[in-house]
């Protein structure tokens, strides 16, 4: 079987985009791009519209697809093409990126710029797709992107259903187990930010009328956990999960949360290392315990759905997240497993993506 994850030419892909940043647009006659003159150039070398006009059109494109905040910017600013830049030295082009994100420019080289450049790629192949390639599954009305999507992988010669959302992962209703990411100490963030961990857990307290927290259930319960744990301060391994009720969200259908270790933090700072195989272990470690607690529950439990861990903070790009995770996925589901299976995301970009993967080749597509 062709493994559903096999994406042509993305290291290729990559691997242009990063030399353009070298160089900036400005120096792209000079730069050998075929992949992305490939992309760029249908109608082939030599046609109206052709060579590095159309390479730079396509780069903008992918910037443009972004949306707007930090990842738009930083990315104008690494490739050029910010106003202005075009003509700048790479240095002082990723100077000013650095300076987007806060970070020092050392830190940016190491951990932001290759995440930011990977998701021009991942946008730049979502441009490659005629469209039609995707899966055919659960088509929106025109002008309307469905924010639940069928999906059907083939896995190890028989469909498999999965379910991606696309909305804040509070929206969820009658699923199971909700998948959390958390740091190594199993510190939650505060509830007023735009995390999944932290929606999660504003979402799952208990509130009087006029808004003031009563119970703060998910943070209470995970503490209890970790106390019972002996891990009170103490960096849990990579990998780790922890399970705690869904608290309020229980009137939604959300029975269960799984709590699971990816990142580790820097000390001293507010960064994070995310490794794919640490993410590949959690999810691996998430359906073990879900096996061990389903039969405890009247009805069992049987539903599950996972958010692109690492693709936050972590900075993980979305293709190097869910490949990581669709790896202990797919090796669940090869072994017979009938679990109902969802993924959530909040950027339609992002659930393209997932269906892409999971479409497969040609041969793996309903006919």
Not at 92 to 114: I, M, N, P, T, W
């Amino acid at each position: 079987m062709t493994h559903p994850l096999h994406l042509p030419d993305h290291g290729a892909v990559l691997a242009e985009v990063r030399m353009i940043r070298r160089s900036g647009v400005v120096g792209l006659r000079a730069l050998p791009t075929p992949e992305l003159s490939r992309i760029a150039d249908p109608a082939g070398p030599g046609a109206a519209g052709s060579g590095p006009a159309a390479v730079e059109r396509l780069l903008r494109t992918a910037v443009a697809r972004l949306g707007g905040g930090t990842l738009r910017n930083a990315a104008e600013y690494s490739l050029g093409l910010a106003d202005g830049t075009r003509d700048w030295p790479a240095a002082d082009r990723r100077r000013r990126a650095a300076q987007v994100y806060g970070v020092s420019v050392e830190r940016f080289r190491k951990h932001h710029e290759l995440m930011v450049l990977g998701q021009v790629a991942e946008q730049i192949l979502l441009v490659a797709v005629p469209a039609g390639e995707g899966p055919a599954e659960d088509p929106a009305p025109p002008g309307l992107a469905a924010a639940h999507r069928k999906l059907s992988p083939l896995v190890h010669g028989r469909r498999a259903g999965v379910t991606v959302h696309v909305h804040s992962v509070d929206l969820l209703r009658d699923i199971d187990v909700v998948v959390s990411p958390s740091n190594v100490y199993f510190a939650l963030p505060a509830p007023y930010k735009s995390s999944v961990a932290a929606t999660l857990r504003r979402a799952g307290a208990r509130k009087d009328p006029t808004g003031a927290l009563v119970e703060d259930h998910l943070h209470d319960e995970l503490r209890e956990w970790a106390l019972r744990n002996g891990m009170p301060g103490r960096a849990a391994v990579p990998g780790t999960v922890a399970a705690t009720s869904a608290g309020v969200l229980g009137s939604q259908g959300i029975r269960r949360v799984y709590h699971a270790a990816t990142a580790v933090p820097h000390p001293g700072s507010n960064d994070y290392d995310v490794l794919p195989v640490d993410v590949t272990r959690a999810v691996a470690a998430v359906f073990a315990l879900l096996a061990r607690e389903s039969a405890a529950y009247d009805p069992p439990l049987r539903s599950l759905c996972l958010p692109l861990l690492g693709a936050g903070r972590g900075g993980l790009p979305p293709l190097e997240s869910f490949g990581a995770m669709w790896a202990a996925v797919e090796a669940e589901l090869a072994r017979g497993a009938s679990w109902d299976i969802h993924f959530v995301v909040r950027r339609h970009a992002r659930a393209d993506l997932i269906g892409r993967l999971l479409a497969g080749p040609p041969e793996n597509r309903r006919p």
